[in-house]
């Protein structure tokens, strides 16, 4: 296809990808592209990052090139102009709008209109107007410089333009699947609709060279869908830097959860019913409980009457850097499971995070024995509680500072910490990248 | 100012980074480099339309980010074809508005060079700044629009000048909101000043068109005789140039000294205008567009270059580009030019200056230095001391050192608060 686009970006490396994707943290997306970047150039590979809106311009990485294309905005940017107004900071606009309790009538009927919305618009996800600049930007890059690989990433528009590249430029493609598509154990949409989201998964990404995704029931799952496209496992992990991190502990004890909350992590209910077992109902609790980039409105609506939300506090997003110092003079840190079986199979990122700063982890909820109960035990970092009753005498421990986990580590959990770097993973994919990209050489 | 500040610089209708081959370096590029240097969080706010090759870089791209650390920022708008014409005036017209439109939401810079022209890009973004209080030098490189007015013909200058007054209106206040102005020579930013109404301050600063010397390489582009006499241009049928006495001199090098080749760079010039302007042209090559390293190749093997520039205000009171980038290469000039090109050839005697009103000026002056070899040694060493008062890294060392004094005067504060 001739362009008369002039994006010459006199690409140095071995192997030259084209990522298309959503940069994070810079912008909404699979946090796996910051691995990649931060170690493009020990493994002579350069790197262009193709991405929609950056929220801050990025901070400069060797053998990385960001491409951000035009972009008008996700399907619901006529509601944020429309509600925006006198709307609560920090809650999303969902939240937002349906505030109280999360059992209230008002939630339910905002909650299934916009499930409603989503199921019909999100096709196939909110930022599928970005497509459009996506592919014409791409073809523009691919035009002007060499480019050996295309691997596609967050959202799911991303790997429709990748495959839309590889027919049109012949070029090798790997959609990374940090989350699955009609498989995701967050599936957000009507039922109905997973079968039509199943069958363009299969037609698009059956095209695709290789597939990567972030744990080995993942894998299995999407091998079952994709015969004949091989399918291999990347696990998370965290940044380098979090293990030479050293922050004493804040003075007061101090639990910290990081990220998202969602519906299905009814871990979260039971936590707060170890705190009411642990330290009775509605009192002020003797230690702190603070969330990291969560949304307050969602977990203010999951609130039990039990308990006193004055001890909660929640810090907006912030630079990773400062985030990370938080969890690193947290006691311990939070992660919450979930009892739905579609999450069996699920690592969150931040569990991973959480292994780098090497804070004691509670995870609350979730099933005997499942993945991050497994993770926990090889690395010897923290306890599972399935129920509040279970983890109420270890929160009174925690309090009386009683609880030290780490003592009982040994040297080889530890050293299986770093195997989870972003360093190690980084490894793992690229040398993946370069079989695939030598495969089409060949 | 500290290091590791953000620094927006505006300059369109120049080469950037991501242009195919190697770009040969304008000022947008050579600040912008020298400020990433000295550890700085540069945007480059430019056009998606490349101004040289008249069609679009990007449609689709807003930003890109190379692994220095440079942010390089396209502003889209709808191109012309022709220099002069409505379709360029609509066009600065829309990428005013849009320009606006793109920084606005972005955080506000520590400081900011602005290049002058476009005067409407100029205007809409320096006034944005001004409500900011961000301290922002604007780069005068042209007399825009008072050239306009003077290449009218004098009966319709009068009409001209009303048709142009929003032009010259807005081009003033930009220049007069102006923290400091920066210009390629003193004479032109007396210009500057006195067009803008404002008297000259220690924010305003001189600062040359150099260029990086590309590295010693292979040539590109061989020479085919002992002794080349180069003419650098973009477009040589362009109404810059003068051309007067070429034909002239062109004989006389055919029948004296054949061994003498004219090497005309840029856009291959029309039959007609070939052989009206160079005659026969036996002894003239035309190498067509050229990027940094073919235009290196051809100045190192170069005997001297030629700057035929037609004379008027703009030219005899800056310093053309390709005069300092001859010099930076060690390679004695002849021009048609007077002004500060005179003062500074006849300052290191690193060239001449021939009469073009007068057919056999060129001739003779082509004489002198072909035949007395003694003369052009004289030259040559008058034009490499002249080399070193051009030193590119310097000069965009001082431009920097400059804008981050201003930084560091100006009370932006508020505006990273």
Known sequence: MKSDSQLSLNLEGKTRILFIGNYWPYARGGHRVAALADFAGAHDVALVILTSTLNESPAPRERVWVVETLFKGDVYRFARRLFGRGLKVGGGLKGNLQGGQKSSLRSKIVGFLFKAFATFFEVPDAERSWRRHAHAAAAEVIGSNEIDLVVSGYPLSAHFVAAKIKKEYGVPWIADLTDLWSENHNYPYFGWRRPLDRLAEINLLGAADHVLTVSEQLAETEARLLPGVPVSTVLHGFPDELLHIETPLASEITLSYVGALYEKQDGFEAFLDGLAEAFGDNTVLPLRVRFIGTSRVEVERRLSTRINTSDFEFVDRMPRSTAAAMMAESHALLLFGSSADSWSGVYPSKVFDYLGVRRPVIYVGGHEDDLMSRLIAKTGAGGHFVSGATLASHLIDICRDDWDHQSGRTAEQLESVRSYSHGAMASRIYSIFEQVAGERGA | ?417
């Open chain 2, 1 to 417: 100012m500290e290091r590791d500040r953000t620094v927006w610089v505006v300059q369109t209708g120049e080469p950037v980074h991501t242009d195919h081959g190697v770009p040969r370096a304008m000022r947008g590029m050579s600040i912008s480099d020298a400020l990433v240097r000295r550890g700085h969080t540069v945007l480059f706010i430019t056009t998606a339309f490349d101004h040289a090759g008249k069609h679009h870089r990007t449609r689709h791209v807003r930003r890109v980010f190379l692994p220095s650390g440079l942010g390089i920022m396209f502003v889209g708008s709808p191109g012309y074809k022709r220099n002069i014409g409505l379709g360029r005036l609509i066009d600065h017209a829309v990428l005013a508005r849009r320009a606006r439109k793109a920084v606005c939401g972005l955080v506000p810079p520590h400081v900011a060079f602005i290049g002058y022209p476009p005067i409407e890009v100029a205007w809409t973004v320096s006034r944005l700044l001004s409500r900011m209080g961000v301290p922002f030098i604007i780069d005068v490189k042209d007399q825009w629009p008072t050239i306009f007015v003077d290449a009218m013909p004098r009966r319709f200058r009068r009409i001209g000048q009303v048709f142009l007054h929003p032009y010259f209106l807005v081009a003033r206040q930009a220049l007069r909101g102006a923290t400091g102005l920066s210009a390629m020579s003193d004479s032109f930013l007396d210009w500057a000043l006195t067009f803008g109404g404002r008297a000259r301050s220690s924010s305003d600063v001189v600062a040359p068109f150099t260029r990086s010397i590309t590295p010693g390489s292979t040539p590109t582009v061989e020479p085919r005789s002992s002794r080349s006499v180069v003419l650098l241009a973009t477009n040589i049928e362009s109404a810059s140039y003068d051309m007067s006495g070429m034909r002239e001199a062109c004989e006389y090098l055919s029948n004296t000294a054949p061994d003498v080749e004219i090497v005309v760079t840029g856009k291959t010039p029309s039959d007609s205008f070939i052989d009206r302007v160079f005659g026969s042209g036996n002894n003239v090559r035309f190498t067509g567009m050229l990027d940094s390293v073919a235009v290196a190749s051809i100045l190192r093997e170069a005997h001297f270059t030629l700057a035929p520039y037609e004379r008027n205000d703009a030219f005899e009171r800056s310093l053309p580009n390709k005069i300092i980038e001859s010099l930076m290469y060690g390679v004695p000039v002849v021009s048609t030019l007077r002004g500060e090109t005179e003062e500074l050839i006849v300052k290191y005697d690193c060239g001449l200056v021939y009469e073009p009103t007068e057919k056999t000026s060129l001739t003779s002056v082509i004489e002198e230095i072909v035949a007395d070899t003694g003369c052009y040694k004289r030259l040559r060493k008058g034009a490499e001391a002249a080399s070193l008062v051009f030193d590119h890294e310097e000069n965009y060392g001082r431009l920097a050192e400059h804008l981050e004094g201003l930084g560091r005067r100006g009370d932006f504060s508020s505006a990273h608060e």
